[in-house]
């Protein structure tokens, strides 16, 4: 099966909600999805994502009933589930310096920092500790009223609440789970996203810390006909299109 285009993987994507029983999909064809998926744009490289990929069976089947046994679950050769690490910021941060120190040099002094190293160096030195850390939303709330003040006299960047820095987490997970999707699709694979879940047993489940959360259940297989609920539907297009 050759793959398809970028074009033709979005037009032959849709939410599957029954798989074909007698056909299985590769594991590692699902795991090269998954790597293509950690390429997704993320904001300020922080990959604060993790990806579970379940293939083993009695697991999916104890997954199902905690997704309300839809029958993208019921159904699944496989299931991968989309999680948000915000907590990890300190470690993924740390990361990124790391590769400052392997793209510019480790013990280099700050007076022959170039400008580019000043600002990336200075960015997750500072900045993203200022954006992440929080301590019950108390930090959250005074950095709030800061930037409200500074705001009144120029553009500044205003998310800088934990509850502001959670939806970036999940914003940049929802664009690696869409990769993934696409990525599936190119292969002539299937999937369905799933929102609805007991996401407290699944964490339960899958052993999660406390900080993690799930994004979303993606379903894996091969579809069946009566899997696609009928036609495409989409809004009209000029009533989504604003051209400014």
């Known amino acids: 099966m050759s793959e398809k285009s970028v074009s033709e993987a979005v037009a032959y994507r849709r939410s599957v909600r029954v798989y074909d029983a007698e056909k299985s999909i590769d594991s590692s064809v699902v795991k090269k999805c ?3 998926a950690s390429l997704a744009p993320t904001s300020s490289n922080m990959q604060l994502w993790e990806f579970y990929h379940i293939t083993n069976k009695d697991i999916i089947k104890k997954l199902a009933p905690m997704c309300f046994n839809q029958n993208a679950a019921r159904t699944a050769q496989q299931l ?4 948000t690490r915000k907590d990890l910021w300190r470690k993924r ?3 990124n310096l790391e590769m400052l120190d392997t793209t510019f040099g480790k013990d280099n002094p700050k007076s022959e920092w170039s400008s580019r190293e000043k600002v990336a160096r200075n960015y997750y030195g500072n900045i993203i500790p200022f954006a992440y850390a929080d301590f019950f939303g108390i930090l959250g709330f005074f950095k709030y009223l800061m930037i409200l003040i500074t705001g ?3 553009p500044i960047y205003r998310e800088v609440r934990n509850s502001d820095m959670r939806i970036v ?4 997970c929802g664009l690696a789970a869409q990769t993934f999707m696409l990525s599936m699709a190119a292969e002539g694979y299937d999937t ?3 929102e609805g879940s007991d996401t407290w047993r699944v964490k339960r489940l899958l052993g ?6 799930i994004n ?3 379903s894996c297989g091969i579809r069946k006909p009566e899997g696609v609920y009928g036609e495409r539907f989409r809004i009209p297009f000029k009533e989504v299109y604003k051209e400014v």
Do not use: D, N, S, Y
């Not at 991968?80 to 999680?83: A, E, K, L, M, R």
């Not at 987490?169 to 940049?172: G, P, R």
């Not at 999660?208 to 959360?213: I, K, M, N, T």
């Open 34 to 36: 998954l790597e293509q």
């Open 80 to 83: 991968v589930v989309f999680v």
């Open 93 to 95: 941060a740390k990361a």
């Open 152 to 154: 009144l006299f120029r």
């Open 169 to 172: 987490a999940h914003k940049t």
């Open 192 to 194: 369905c996203p799933m």
């Open 208 to 213: 999660l810390p406390r900080g993690a959360e």
């Open 216 to 218: 979303m259940i993606i």
